[in-house]
């Protein structure tokens, strides 16, 4: 007898799990234009965020709720426009912006 194949309930519930489990985006130098995905606020492990040199643009969005763990965060050479949030200069863990 075979095993039967995860539901897709089961996959989906792993991929969150991974999801939330990331702590490092290192998407430096990848000609990523665009904005950036709100959602990213809700990769509540990341202590690194890594989007130097690409050609995001608009605004930053809240990352207020990586308040605990983030520790490094690379957004220079990018064509945001707009303020930078103020949550990032309440983020004590906070060694490089």
């Not at 702590?23 to 690194?48: C, H, I, K």
């Not at 520790?71 to 220079?76: A, D, G, V």
């Amino acid at each position: 007898m075979e095993p039967e194949p995860p539901s897709q309930f089961l996959i989906y519930l792993l991929l969150c799990f991974c999801w939330f489990l990331i702590y490092l985006l290192l998407l430096t130098s990848m000609e990523l234009s665009g904005s950036l995905s709100p959602f990213v606020a809700n990769m509540t492990a990341l202590t690194n965020i890594w989007l130097g040199n690409n050609s995001l643009s608009r605004h930053i969005p809240d990352l207020s709720s990586l308040i605990l763990l983030i520790r490094n965060i690379h957004l220079e050479d990018n064509q945001f426009d707009g303020e930078i949030p103020s949550c990032l200069g309440n983020i004590s863990t906070l060694h490089k912006v």
